[in-house]
């Protein structure tokens, strides 16, 4: 699994087939740390000021016995790819998957603001 260390732009991130231009982005809601559509998930991070945060993501992940669960959705793939991006839609990671739908799970660190996120998706 690989992952990445960044300070996310207004600490949140996206999960998306990044070719979808009907995807819709989850209402930001502030108690939840990752909310979804079926076309996106949205997940929170630590803000920006304080410092960077650890993102995985892979289409297979041990689940780590360390992390929370925080979501478990399926979203649609219509181009056949999905990706991880900033609210700057910078892409993070970017993987292929069957055109349909994916499954997107997210475990962080903490609740309020983590500092490490790591996202499993893979074909639904």
């Known amino acids: 699994m690989n992952g990445v260390m960044i300070v996310p732009p207004h600490g949140i991130i ?7 231009k009907d995807a819709l982005i ?4 502030d108690s939840v740390v990752a909310n979804c559509t079926d076309t996106c998930v949205s997940v929170a991070t630590q803000a920006p000021v304080d410092g960077e945060t650890e993102i995985f993501m892979a289409s ?4 780590p016995s360390d992390l929370l669960q ?16 900033t609210s700057d839609l910078e892409r993070i990671f970017h993987l292929r998957l ?3 739908r994916a ?22």
């Open 14 to 20: 996206f999960v998306l087939d990044p070719e979808n």
């Open 26 to 29: 989850p209402e930001y809601v």
């Open 60 to 63: 297979e992940v041990i689940p």
């Open 70 to 85: 925080v979501a478990q959705c399926e979203i649609l793939v219509p181009n056949g790819q999905i990706a991880l991006i």
């Open 98 to 100: 069957p055109v349909g």
């Open 103 to 124: 499954r997107v799970t997210v475990w962080v660190d903490v609740i309020d603001g983590p500092a490490k996120v790591v996202v499993e998706a893979k074909a639904a």
